[in-house]
């Protein structure tokens, strides 16, 4: 990879951190998915930046999960963050021909132990898989960690699911 390609990424990726960080301190009781996703179609239009989502035929530029929702929850003006939510957004950004793709969970106020569960062992497994990052590591391996460590809260990965396409 040259110089030039990895300054962009890290562009990139300054511009998605930005952009998720003020959609993040956004989230409070009552505010709507559409009003999260209106934020950063703002943010990506000041930078001019795409959403990765866009290469999918999708037409929002965040996906959002709310609770046991797995991402590409609805967009609504009428779907709105509630007290106890577990919510979860990724952000993809495509800029100069490189990708960016962020993804946190954020709690609402106090929640059930079974979704504190879930955070946790979701941030562990992400974790650990950080953690064993090194050169010739086989994507099974990372897998097969994720897969333990997520078992180790009794939570079951969900295979099926891919990013935005990277």
Partial sequence: MTQKAI?????NTKIAENTLFKIVNSI????STYELNRIAKQEFKKNNALPSTKFLGLKHYLSIGINEEIFFGEISK???IRKGDVIQ?????FKNGYFTDLALAKTIGRVSLEKEKLVKGSAMALYKAINLLKSNLKLYEI???IEKTLRGYNLTPI???MGHGL
Avoid: A, R, Y
């Avoid at 300054?7 to 562009?11: H, S, Y």
């Fill in 28 to 31: 409070k009781p009552g505010i």
């Fill in 78 to 80: 009428t779907k709105k």
């Fill in 159 to 161: 295979c099926e699911i």
């Fill in 143 to 145: 897998s097969n960690l």
């Fill in 89 to 93: 957004i990724s952000l993809g950004l």
């Fill in 7 to 11: 300054l962009q990424i890290k562009e």
